[in-house]
């Protein structure tokens, strides 16, 4: 077998090995089905039984209350760009937009076909002594009214590295992008209306999008939502209204079981936050390195950091390849070095990425 491998990229993520190890046995006969997990129709009721217990075992681990509908739908969090104003907007004047980062803007990019958006800032750059600092924003100059059909925000950012408190007094329904940090904290469903996320970071592999959204927001898609992107037909469906991504639920409810035995959410947001202490303790000590993130919005999920001298960060993206550390190249937008550390990412590979930062 080749050398170990840790993979620190922002998505597809690393998937724990207990999860893998069944997998590879699952495609060869799931069950005592005579088929491969591969092979599993998207009818068959061995597949209604893997949709329906990961549908109550996120319920479970989530503290999801009744009033919230699950959904599996298709398209990735992209895809919701689209489906949350042709959803939400109905009557509204205009939708307001957080801005957080890349992914938030990006959304908001998409609302703005279907009608006006507010954009509000979360965050700002200011400059300090010796380099430009990133801060969190006054939430006081948010202007929220009647008029607006929801706020969007993004809770974590992936490029950037940011991290961004709840909304927890808006007057306005609450959405929220949580494709980077969904099942790595908890969440107190009093403060939000509807939360999204693709799987492949946080809850398996890409293919199925999680929608968890309150039902009094059901009825109000517009007419020309398209069929598959409407949340009250996949909601009356039980979300098998087409050919549903068979393997990827799947894999979404072997990432759930996995949750559970390591001790659920308190337990995947204590190891998190020790893989961002480890990690960002050592950039901080180490006078190569820079991460230009405010302490109280520093991501505890995606790391990102630069080295002053280019070419010894170029070695140092090498040497960390060679030593079975992958993929820690910053986003092309951004350059420098990032480490996004999802729920499969063991802290023996933190701790191998701290030592060679300490060593530059």
Not at 24 to 50: K, V
Not at 239 to 245: C, D, G, L, Q, Y
Not at 246 to 271: D, E, I, N, S
């Amino acid at each position: 077998m080749s050398q170990r491998q840790h993979y620190f990229a922002a998505g597809p993520a690393a998937l724990p090995d207990r999860v893998k190890q069944q997998i590879q046995l699952d495609i060869i006969e799931y069950g005592n089905s005579g088929l491969s997990i591969l092979e599993l129709g998207h009818r068959s009721p061995e597949f209604a039984s893997i949709i329906e217990q990961a549908r109550q075992l996120l319920r479970t681990l989530y503290g999801v209350p009744a009033e919230f509908e699950i959904l599996f739908m298709q398209a990735g969090a992209t895809g919701q760009f689209d489906a949350l104003p042709l959803n939400l907007l109905s009557n509204k004047a205009q939708m307001s937009y957080v801005d957080s980062g890349y992914w938030s803007r990006r959304a908001a990019q998409f609302a703005q076909k279907y009608g006006r958006v507010q954009m509000l800032s979360a965050v700002t750059e200011r400059e300090t002594a010796d380099a430009v600092a990133v801060v969190a924003s006054d939430r006081a100059d948010w202007q929220l009214t009647a008029d607006n059909a929801y706020i969007h925000i993004t809770p974590n950012e992936t490029i950037e590295g940011i991290q961004i408190a709840d909304v927890s007094d808006a007057c306005v329904p609450v959405v929220a992008d949580m494709t980077s940090c969904l099942f790595m904290r908890p969440i107190d469903f009093k403060h939000y209306d509807l939360v999204y996320a693709g799987a492949q970071k946080t809850l398996g592999i890409a293919g199925v999008t999680i929608v968890i959204v309150r039902q009094e927001l059901l009825q109000r898609a517009a007419e020309q939502t398209p069929y598959m992107l409407r949340y009250d037909v996949h909601a009356q469906q039980q979300s098998i209204v087409n050919t549903t991504p068979v393997f990827a639920v799947y894999c979404a409810l072997l990432m759930l079981q996995w949750l559970q035995a390591q001790g659920g959410l308190p337990a995947m947001l204590a190891a998190a936050d020790e893989r961002a202490a480890l990690l960002y303790q050592a950039i901080d000590q180490q006078p190569l390195t820079i991460n230009k993130i405010a302490p109280e919005l520093r991501s505890s999920i995606n790391v990102s950091f630069d080295i002053t001298d280019q070419q010894r960060l170029q070695t140092f993206l090498a040497e960390a390849e060679a030593q079975g550390l992958l993929a820690l190249e910053g986003h092309r937008n951004t350059g420098g070095a990032r480490a996004s550390m999802y729920n499969g990412t063991p802290l023996s590979a933190v701790k191998s990425l701290a030592a060679m930062i300490t060593a530059l």
